[in-house]
């Protein structure tokens, strides 16, 4: 697994989840080959070194200025934390850009698995577990619509969101 | 072809009237053969090697894009099905032909949409009962317009009994006669003593919060006051049995489905199948050892007999797999024959027979509840996205005096925020991220604290039969297998946009009282945009498919009669919600149920008559 350490490092301060909680969701490692999947190795080197200067620049605490002028508004790496958000909340790999996936992606063509003729693959969820542990059911106070079905009644159960997003820590 | 066998009913589709009418039969040890176009899972809750169980609809649902109704179930182009992502705006006048199944011909899209798998569209219905109004069955008659039924309520309400215990439906009569309601127009008898066969299901936090809330409020239309009222709805569902009714639970899995567990997942699919679906009664026909089921066979003609001018053969063609043309063209006979394909194509197989259409309103008087959407965020959590699709709604103008001018409608209050307007969270937490350049603590702290507020309305509003609201067909148009696919013409009319304005009109009254932060939107590139009085609204589809082969009084202007029989041929009978004179407010499924109990009554007669 490529640097799995250095994923779940980079996607704890992305989502402001521990690793413990993330580690918790089982599907950190399938996000990680999804990663590696479509961005070339070398540009994944870059972004891990770019960011563990942001922490040892301050720490160890990534001071959230810097992570913006860095790494989110960079247009090599900015694309790649995104799409690393949304696949913890969503499950989802989306489509980068064209241009982006010819300079610093692994073109969908070369790949034995989809082979698509565009450079990158159209959005798609990266697996049925993967959907039941986006972060944002529960975050919602909620749970994935279709999974980790609460039980009779609850529904009318007064939320509690306020324990899913911040005691679950 | 293969020689012709014989039942003594065929009946052509596995949808719930289909089931109904087969398991009532089998019952009686008539011998029955349902044709169904779809694929199926044959019992099967789990994946049995290469037999696919009901679970791998669920499996097709997680990782489908987009969670439309049609998610879970098979793209099968020998047997293709609209998907509501086919909808598109028709604002340049143009047909709009090579999208999707349907011919849409305009002028406004048609938006609803039905499932062709055994089981049919109760797969992924809501599973809403609500019984119609008395007022709704002499529309003609109380407000001049719009169509009288040649059945009252009276004599339909012990057939709604029967559906109700036999779908197995949660509510409490004591809340569903609307007696608590101020408007007499709503108010619907209860035979005295009855009650549903489970307990209501309990109603969700946001309801209970509105009932609260809405308190005091009322409406004014024309100098009358209505009263706002949240009343639970009667819902397909497992909840608590009453007396010794015992839930049904899944097929292929009795363990499950036994009470809803709350998924919140019954659009597209319930995982549990608490929710009622149609395999349920399909699996008690065929436990009566009479009734078989054949799927991958689309029925696509019928023949007649010259002299009593009775269906003598019913042609169907039988594919091998759906991802290849192969058929095989057969035929088969019954002393009768059920049309159980669901409205659209009922009138379908109806035209392209060249049958039962003396009248000329095969395919006419197509109706559909244009469903309207306000959306906002309440003051505070209201706990969204939780517990089945809607456990109450607010009846109140469901009748009234204003229904001369205007459309009525029922109000269904949503439990899962804005899943539908605008597709929360999954086609919207992207944006937060992307647009909004949030990360961190302070995207977890927008998805918290907006999310759980997340409130939506659906305004399902009346529309009247109008012969030119029409299912056609035409040479041009046709799926892989030679089938006619539906040329839909549609519009919707002054009297539904006046009903939609007025519920607008409620509806910032109902967000005013509350307090509701208004996010509702319509847009002039909506599929479903029209205007009425300068102000544009948009509609959905309800897939509530009403009104292709209406029943009447007479052979001249409708399709079928009282017994749900053709007119033109003996040994024909029709079923499921084409048979509606008019829509109303309800969703249709249960009235037609216990139409569909009421004619397999009727067949059953027939049968022992011959
Ligand atoms: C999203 C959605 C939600 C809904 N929610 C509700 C609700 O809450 N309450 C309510 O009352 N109603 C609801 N409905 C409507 C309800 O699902 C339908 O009214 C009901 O399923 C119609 O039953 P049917 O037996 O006539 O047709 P179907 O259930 O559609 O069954 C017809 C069957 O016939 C088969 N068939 C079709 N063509 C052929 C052919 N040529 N040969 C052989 N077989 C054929 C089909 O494959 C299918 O299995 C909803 C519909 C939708 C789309």
Known sequence: MYRLDDFYDLSA??????????????????????LSQWVRQDVLDELYHCFSQLERNNDGQ?????????????????????????????????????????????????????????????DYIISNNAYIQG??????????????QPGYGTWSDAPLNSIASIHLQ | ?????????????????????AQQLGAQQKKVLILEAGTGTDGRFFNNNDKKGYESYMDTFFTAMAKIPNAPFPNNPNAPQPLVTDTRNMSDGKPITNNGYFVQMGPNPFASTYTRSEGGTTLHWLGTCLRMLPEDFKLKTHFGHGLDWPISYDELQPWYEVAETMIGVSANARDQNYQQIDNPAVHIPFREGYDYPME????????NYMNQGLQGMSVTIDYHHYPIKVVSTPQGRNGMPRGDYRPVGAVGNQNLGQRCAGNSNCVPICPIQAKYNALKTLAQAKTTGFVEVRNQCVVSDMA???YTHEVKTVIYKQYTDTQTTDYE?????????????????????????GIANSSDQVGRNLMDHPTMLTWGLMPTDIGAFRGPGSTSGIPSLRGGEFRRKQAAFRIEIGNWGWSWPAGAPISTVPDLIDNKNLYGAELKRAISSVYPRMFRLGFLVEQLPDPNNRVTIDERYKDQLGNYRPVIHYQVTDYTRAGMAQAKQVSDELFAYLGVEAYTQYKQSDPGYVTYQGEGYSYNGA??????????FNAQTSVVDKHQRSWDHPNLYLVGCGNMPTISTSNPTLTMAALTYWAADNVLKALEQT
Not at chain 1, 16 to 23: A, E, G
Not at chain 2, 334 to 353: D, Q, S, T
């Open chain 2, 329 to 353: 063209v057969k035929t088969v006979s019954g002393r009768i024959v059920v049309l159980a394909a669901h409205a659209v194509e009922n009138a379908k197989i109806l035209l392209a027979a």
């Open chain 2, 200 to 207: 209501k299901i309990p109603q969700s936090f946001l309801d």
């Open chain 1, 135 to 148: 972060l944002v059911w529960p975050l919602m106070g909620s749970h994935p619509m279709g999974a980790k």
């Open chain 1, 62 to 122: 990534v001071c959230p200025q810097a992570l913006r002028h860095q790494l989110l508004s960079n247009e090599k790496y900015g694309p790649i934390a995104r799409n690393i958000i949304k696949m913890w909340y969503l499950s989802i790999w989306y489509k980068m850009t064209d241009n982006w996936s010819m300079t610093y992606g692994i073109p969908a063509y070369s790949s034995p698995v989809i082979g698509v003729e565009s450079p990158t693959p159209e």
């Open chain 1, 13 to 34: 301060t992305l989502t402001d989840y521990p690793v413990t909680r993330l580690i918790g969701t089982g599907v950190g490692n399938e996000y990680n080959q999804t």
């Open chain 2, 304 to 306: 007649l007999d010259e």
């Open chain 2, 543 to 552: 897939g509530h498919l009403v009104g292709t082969h209406i029943m009447g």
């Open chain 2, 1 to 21: 072809m293969t020689k012709c066998e014989q039942f003594d009913v065929v009946i052509i589709g596995a949808g719930i009237s289909g089931a109904i009418m």
